[in-house]
């Protein structure tokens, strides 16, 4: 069995994004307090697995983790590492929002063993900033970033988000410019998704923002990998890029097969061979049912042979490294280019995907198009 990853999700932040659609609230102490010993609680009395688990990554998700106290992150920490083998080398991530963290903070937080910083600057424009609702400025994206470098962080990753309303090819050549200048070790982009319910699909909505051109996106991507590539930072999934060595470990496990298993509300897990499940999505929920002694969880699925089939394709094609065609006979006894000799050569044909011997990958143009690619295989 391979190490598996732990996922802790804190739903709070300091302010709503007007395209947020994740399981968070607004950040409240007592209410804080409450989640964490509700965590802690689901952590200890976890019976899901129940052989002692060697654990090589740890991802505090939200949500804006920074927003707790070091003392709740240590409680934890605490609980992660007296149930599971924690590896001393484990990747700790941490996520936080630009202007949430201190000298201060970033050292105690460093003593925890957090190794690794994600961080949400989304765009260098401070208009761009205020019409997603951003608690930040570029600024404080800038300040952030240079605090966590005094504070030793020598992994830090940010997310850009790209297609915003309005927003030009010009605007985010700049966010390129100014992300790359600032050499992070990661980067995660995202083309923006408009939710429904979300205050930012009712603005495009009522008019007050225009709605998002797809195909400025779609060459947005394209002009993002070629500046990437020329700075030296590798596509190794489609959203996310590094350089050399800095691929995350952990979200690597969500496209491998590899084990992880979510604490807190709205968490997910995979037990690494057949077996889905999912936590209560509602904080308050969530909390009154660890209160209880209840398990927080609301779904719990068996994966079909068919389904791990196709997962192993699609989340395998996530990467571009590509699947194993051979390693996939072996696997599951079916030749993809045989089973969709029809799909694969369309794709092929329209330039999507390519082989390179048994090697089947996405190619850029496909990276963009993928769930069209992946719908065939599901
Ligand atoms: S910081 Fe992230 S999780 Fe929090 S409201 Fe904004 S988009 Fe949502």
Not at 204 to 215: A, F, R, Y
């Amino acid at each position: 069995m391979k190490p598996a990853g732990i996922y802790i999700h804190i739903p709070f932040c300091r302010s709503r994004c007007s395209y947020c659609d994740f399981a968070t609230g607004l950040y409240e102490s007592a209410v804080a307090e409450r989640y964490v010993a509700s965590v802690v609680t689901e952590i200890a009395t976890w019976r899901e697995v129940i052989q002692l688990e060697v654990v090589d990554t740890i991802y505090f998700g939200g949500g804006t983790p920074s927003l707790l106290s070091p003392q709740q992150l240590q409680l934890l920490m605490n609980s992660v590492r007296t149930r599971f083998d924690v590896s001393p080398n484990a990747e700790v991530t941490m996520e936080l929002n630009p202007g949430t963290v201190t000298p201060d903070s970033l050292a105690a937080f460093r003593e925890l063993g957090i190794n690794r910083a994600s961080f949400g600057a989304q765009t260098f424009d401070d208009r761009e900033l205020a019409r997603l609702g951003r608690s930040h400025t570029v600024a404080d994206t800038r300040r952030t970033f240079s605090l966590l470098r005094e504070a030793g962080f020598e992994n830090v990753s940010f997310d850009l988000i790209a297609g915003l309303p309005g927003q030009t090819l010009e605007q985010w050549e700049r966010n390129l410019g100014e992300a790359f200048a600032l050499r992070p070790e990661h980067l995660s982009f995202y083309l923006l998704e408009v939710h429904e319910g979300t205050p930012l699909a009712t603005h495009i909505k009522n008019g007050l923002q225009p709605t998002p051109d797809e195909d400025v996106a779609a060459e947005m991507y394209r002009v993002m990998l070629e500046r990437a590539a020329a700075a030296g930072y590798e596509h190794y999934e489609i959203s996310n890029l590094c350089l050399p060595g800095f691929e995350s470990r952990h979200n690597s496990k969500y496209w491998t097969g590899a084990p992880y298993y979510g604490f807190g509300c709205s968490a997910h897990s995979f037990d690494g061979e057949s077996r889905r499940w999912a936590n209560e999505r509602d904080l308050a929920k969530y909390v009154a049912t660890v209160e209880r002694n209840a398990s927080p969880l609301v779904e719990d699925r068996r994966l079909t042979e068919d389904d791990r089939r196709a997962e192993a394709v699609f989340l395998g094609m996530r990467m571009m490294a590509g699947v194993r065609t051979g390693e996939f006979k072996e696997l599951f006894g079916v030749d993809l280019s045989v089973a969709h000799a029809d799909d694969l050569e369309n794709f092929q044909h329209a330039g999507l995907i390519e082989f390179d011997g048994d090697l089947l990958k996405l190619t850029r143009a496909g990276a963009l198009l993928s769930n069209e690619v992946f719908a065939a295989f599901v």
